[in-house]
């Protein structure tokens, strides 16, 4: 091995740890930083974390949260899990620096693919990782997206080795590639990925049939096929279970027909639409991709002194007050619910974009155009229905998951990428000189003129008027200096995006005509890039973003309140009035929580949830059933519910009911201590419970575990016991007296049983079967992955030593 050749590539990797940590440099004082997802997070997961540095084992399984659900899309660790190790490897740095790293080694991996100077695959590198969007979505605690978004370029990078009939080299990057995307466990960037794959691969079908080339073609994604599935398969846990629990989530199909107020509810086979379409991108704050503040910038910024909110504020109310409510001022006028910062991809990069448009030629750009447009095309949303809505109704899959204005990350990836290429092409002397210079003012009237159009003129082409605007509405004066200052925002915006083009259309024009040097501008280029993007970046992720390890690894201190419950060592739920119950971790933290923070609830409890709880007045015989036992509403004011049904009880009656609408609705008529509701399922064995209850009988809680329940019952009769726990009858396997028998799902999320008479101990125990047979999909995959390129390397050699002895005997 030539180390001089392969210089360029370390000292590449030791500038990224550097720029990694240089952003990030509180993690090198033992900072961590704040993330509110992953603080919820950490609340949620508490009991399986306390599990497994209790028992080494995996629960799969969690109570402390909306009742009980599984683990699988909280925290779990699954079997031959590999190639959690290999990521480990890559993601060697202090939080967030490690996903910040992975962004620049994966895009400079994927350029080097594609045969770019080492020098100019940093500049592509950097421009990728600093993009506004992956910056931003550390501050909100999207650690599994950015994940995601990292193992994006190793994907693609493997698929080109394949085209580029760099078959070996690609069927290895792809199914490791493959394994690790699916390993960060974001299934939504991974199926957009699958788009982005999807139009390559249309794009070079095209090609494949104007060259004549169809049978290669068709081998070529045989190929990519077996690699990716392998990488797959090497996730079969983790991919079987979360199928599993897809379809009794959220993003299952309901069994309802009617919504909580009565009207006839739309039936779909997965997300509402207009959940899905909340987070649609307005059409004109696309611009803000290429102007940081097109419209406001977040959904609250902080104005200096010098803004017209500020001094009509200090005029109004005085200078303390004017400083302390100008720190977070709804600058935003956009129409999403809220912005955490701009989804800003860069005034040089779509620069260089465009200049790619004009001067690269082939099908790459024509994939990486079009790519990007069905990207943005599609993050409209309910803005841009018709496509949207075709798109939820008959592409598989796309109605499970929300928040469409992220399918943005495949522009954020394809626009650098074309950009880069450009000034490989540039840089090239395979093209004019004339050529290139067409292309560079082409690139400079489009992104020019854009910028200029929007300083001159966009101050008068909109209203700026904001969603939230009526906070401010006592003091009308406030909106009209927001107003103002919006106007100021877009104006400032579009100068300063239009300087940076002109600089860098300046440089590169230079350079055509010789006045300039390849390395100075290459250098230069960098320098532009990091200002313009970082500095925008540091608006929204700084060090202020940071705190002491100890804040962040224990997020929550116990309140007043927590302590007075914890007092109580019994099984029991706690729900949480002070805040929305269902978008709470905190409580899981303390308590076995009826609520929780999940974007993929089990289905059945989110609709009792909405249906029986959060109606008015609320239904105190379902948070009975519930085992909630106290309520807490406030800091440090408790109130315990008499009437709590316990762990485990017998009812007198069973009512038998034929369609969820009916099961739901019951709850409202039944005394859930004496009565149940049971709907009849298809794999249920017939039983007919007619016997009374027995006054005298008794039924407890004997040992509680997150993945199994233990139950001590006494009886003179035959009993019907409903126990405070969720059905979900893929891995809750039931016992009585070490024998399995049936369980059934009653009062539309709880478990019932059939209990015979006399002393019995009843077991239920979390077994999914799903993680043992993933288990042998996987450990079988990662054999194929080892021995499939061992044997092409043997009859690769084989081939090649025949040859040459036929060449000999020739001689």
């Known amino acids: 091995m030539n180390f001089k050749n392969k210089l360029p590539y370390v000292i590449s990797i030791i500038l990224f740890v550097i720029a990694s940590l240089l952003y990030f440099n509180p993690v090198l004082s033992g900072k961590q930083i704040k993330q509110s997802d992953i603080t919820q997070f950490k609340g949620m997961s508490k009991e399986i974390v306390d599990y497994r540095a209790a028992t080494g084992e995996e629960p ?31 993601r060697f740095l202090p939080r967030p620096a490690d996903y910040l790293f992975l962004y620049f080694l994966g895009f400079f991996f994927l350029l080097t693919a594609l045969k770019v100077e080492w020098k100019l695959a940093i500049l592509g590198s950097l421009s990728f990782g600093f993009s506004t969007y992956l910056i931003i979505i550390f501050g909100a605690g999207h650690n599994a997206k950015a994940h995601a978004i990292g193992y994006m370029p190793f994907v693609l990078a493997g698929v080109l080795y394949v085209f580029q009939r760099k078959y070996l080299l690609g069927f290895i990057v792809t199914a490791i590639a493959m394994a690790l995307e699916v390993y960060t466990n974001h299934p939504q960037m991974t199926y957009y990925l699958g788009f982005c794959l999807l139009i390559l691969g249309i794009v070079q079908l095209i090609e494949a049939y104007k060259n004549k080339l169809l049978p290669e073609f068709g081998k070529q994604v045989a190929l990519l096929l077996v690699a990716m599935f392998i990488g797959l398969a090497i996730n079969a846990p983790r991919l079987m279970a979360m199928k599993e629990y897809a379809d009794y989530s959220t993003r299952g199909k309901s069994e309802l027909t009617i919504n909580p107020d009565g009207s006839k509810k739309e039936i779909s086979s997965g997300l509402d639409k207009a959940y899905i379409t909340q987070y649609s991108y307005g059409i004109w704050e696309t611009f803000n991709l290429f102007i940081p503040r097109f ?98 109704d008959y592409i598989p899959l796309y109605n499970k998951f929300r928040a469409v204005s992220s399918i943005q990350v495949i522009a954020e990836l394809c626009i650098p990428l074309l950009g880069i290429i450009a000034l490989r092409d540039l840089f090239s002397s395979k093209i004019t000189t004339e050529e290139k210079e067409e292309a560079i003012k082409k690139a400079f009237y489009v992104t020019g003129g854009i910028a200029l159009f929007f300083a001159f003129f966009g101050t008068s082409f909109f209203a700026f008027e904001g969603i939230r605007d009526n906070q401010y509405e006592q003091l009308p004066e406030l909106i009209e200096a927001l107003i103002s200052d919006r106007k100021s925002m877009l104006f400032n915006d579009s100068l300063r995006s239009f300087i940076l083009v002109f600089i860098t ?20 280029l960098v320098a532009l890039i990091l200002f313009d993007l970082v500095t925008v970046d540091l608006k929204y992720v700084n060090k202020e973003d940071f705190e002491i390890s100890r804040k962040v690894l224990k997020p929550f201190t116990a309140s007043s309140a927590d302590i007075q419950i914890l007092k109580d060592k019994t099984h029991y739920r706690v729900a949480n009035y002070t805040t929305d119950p269902m978008q709470d971790g905190r409580t899981s933290y303390f308590h076995n929580s009826i609520g929780g923070y999940h974007a993929a609830k089990m289905k059945r409890y989110n609709e009792l949830f909405d249906y029986q709880i959060a109606k008015t007045p609320m239904n105190m015989e379902v948070l009975n059933m519930l085992n909630a036992k106290y309520f807490i509403v406030g800091d440090d004011e408790v109130q315990q519910n008499p009437e709590v049904n ?27 201590k ?6 009849k399922e298809a794999t249920d064995k017939s039983f007919n419970f007619s016997s009374k209850r027995d006054s005298t009988a008794t039924i407890q809680l004997d040992k509680y575990g997150v993945n199994e329940l233990v139950y001590e019952s006494e009886s003179s009769k035959n009993q019907f016991a409903v126990f405070s726990e969720i059905f979900y009858k893929e891995g809750w396997v039931s016992f009585i007296d ?74």
Not at 65 to 88: E, H, I, T
Not at 505 to 523: D, E, R, S
Not at 674 to 679: F, L, M, N
Request: glycine share 6%.
């Open 738 to 811: 070490g024998k399995e028998v049936p369980h059934y799902r009653v009062n539309y999320v709880l478990r019932g049983m059939e209990i015979p008479l006399g002393k019995h101990t009843i077991t239920f125990r979390f077994e999914p079967k799903v993680i043992q047979q993933g288990k042998i999909i996987s450990i079988f995959s990662y054999v194929l992955l080892f021995l499939i390129p061992i044997g092409w390397f043997y009859f690769e050699k084989k081939k090649v030593n025949n040859q040459e002895s036929l060449k000999k005997q020739k001689e």
């Open 295 to 392: 419209t406001g910038g977040g959904t609250v910024e902080k104005l200096d002194e010098d803004s017209e909110f500020y001094q009509v504020l200090e005029a109004k109310a005085g200078r303390s007050v004017a400083r302390e409510n100008s720190s977070q001022v709804l600058s935003y006028w956009g129409t999403q619910p809220i912005v955490e910062a701009p989804a800003y991809i860069g005034a040089i990069v779509f620069f260089l974009f465009f200049l790619g448009v004009f001067l690269v030629k082939g099908s790459l750009k024509h994939w990486l155009v079009a790519a990007t447009i069905f990207s943005i095309v599609l993050s409209w949303g309910k803005n841009f229905s018709v496509i949207t809505n075709l798109f939820i």
């Open 60 to 90: 799969y399984w969690l109570g402390n949260a909306f009742s009980g659900m599984p683990a699988y899309q909280v925290s779990a660790y699954y079997p031959n899990d590999f190639v959690r190790y290999l990521d480990k490897c890559l």
């Open 646 to 672: 316990g762990n485990a009880w017998f009812v007198e009656k069973l009512h038998l009911v034929s369609s969820a609408d009916e099961e739901i609705l019951m709850l409202s008529k039944i005394d859930t």
């Open 674 to 679: 004496t009565e149940a509701i049971y709907k």
């Open 505 to 524: 259309a300046a440089l590169l024009w230079f350079l055509n005509k010789n006045k300039l040097k390849q390395i100075p501008v290459v250098f230069a």
